[in-house]
């Protein structure tokens, strides 16, 4: 997601308590960065950060980190991020450096609305790829977890296969997921394909 350049970006993201600028340090580390052993839940491609902000403030119990590329996307979420949360950074990085970034200390990762590249010559640079699922095995601390919604059916088809190849078991899966159970937090284009009556497609995974 890219939007227009955002006016006083650079003020915004230099002045913000909750943007982790090197990031790199704290590899191995972020449970001390959150002073606590609280489950540590990523997400990738966060985008206007409704659905990672959401979570924190519903589940004080749970460490998140919102991850997005782009500095004029991050902005929009770090203006939206109440004061006062404990329990939420997020930094601007890309997702090929994940595996560089975290190591054995995630407990989930949520895929919301990810690039679909659509290209079959671009099918790597997808987040349910076997680069990225391959970098995911050093991330995770134990149980490996991966929460995945989209509107993009071929995305969705693609992602179930790749999850398979991967020994990742389904342990929820819905072909219209506000049909079948309405989510508490969504993100925002959740709300408007919902509101277009599009399906969201949506599975959870997990393997040990």
């Known amino acids: 997601m890219r939007l227009r350049n955002v006016k ?36 990738i491609g966060m ?27 991050i902005v929009k979420s770090l203006q939206k991020v109440p004061d006062g949360i404990n329990n939420l950074f997020m930094i601007r990085a890309d997702a ?21 590249w659509p290209k079959n010559r671009h ?4 987040l349910s790829s076997k680069i990225f699922l391959d970098k995911y095995e050093n991330i995770f601390n134990g149980r ?6 989209t509107d993009n059916r071929d995305l969705f088809q693609y992602s179930l296969v ?5 020994n990742y078991i389904i342990d929820d899966i819905s072909l219209d997921l506000h049909t079948d159970n309405m989510p508490v937090v969504t993100t925002e284009y959740e709300d408007k394909f919902s509101k277009l009556e599009m399906p969201i497609y949506f599975v959870e995974v997990s393997k040990d």
């Open 8 to 43: 006083n970006k650079e003020e915004i993201m230099n002045s913000s308590n909750y943007l982790i600028k090197d990031y790199f340090d704290y590899k191995g580390k972020w449970s001390k960065l959150f002073n606590n052993s609280n489950p540590i839940y990523i997400e």
């Open 47 to 73: 985008g206007k950060g409704q659905f990672i902000i959401n979570s924190a403030l519903n589940n004080p119990n749970v460490n998140y980190i919102g991850i997005e590329k782009f500095d004029s996307v």
């Open 96 to 116: 090929l450096d994940i595996d560089q970034i975290f190591d054995h200390e995630i407990d989930k990762i949520y895929l919301n609305f990810s690039d679909p």
């Open 123 to 126: 099918h790597l640079r997808r």
């Open 144 to 149: 490996k977890n991966i929460e995945m919604r």
């Open 162 to 166: 790749s999850f398979s190849q991967h």
